[in-house]
């Protein structure tokens, strides 16, 4: 059974760093992008940040320049890594792989700023 799990997630102070990771297990075959996702509180789900199988990246506007999404060259894992954090970061983080004939979702990870 393919599995996605994130992990990583937790409670910072604003300026804080974290680094949430995503691995996947099971019958999960040819990825060509994966993508962390949030949602926060009250709001809907928004792409945080992509990364293509040939390396290339996209973010958000609200994260640009202070969240870098990476991968290992089988996708084991992906991660993205976020700097200087905000209280409108808080959100539950989800990653989400991409294959020609499927997508799969992890359960997320919360990720908690405080002021």
């Known amino acids: 059974q393919a599995q996605v799990v994130e992990s990583g997630g937790g409670l910072v102070q604003a300026g804080g760093s974290l680094r949430l990771s995503c691995i996947h297990s099971g019958r999960i075959f040819g990825i060509i992008a994966a993508a962390w996702y949030r949602q926060g509180p009250g709001k809907e789900r928004e792409l945080a940040a992509s990364?293509?199988?040939?390396?290339?990246?996209s973010y958000a506007d609200s994260v640009k320049g202070r969240f870098s999404i990476s991968r290992d060259h089988d996708w084991k894992p992906v991660n993205l890594q976020m700097n200087n954090l905000k209280p409108e970061d808080t959100a539950l983080y989800f990653c989400k792989l991409i294959t020609r004939g499927a997508e799969y979702w992890g359960q997320g990870t919360q990720v908690t700023v405080s002021s």
């Open positions: 990364i293509t199988a040939g390396g290339s990246t």
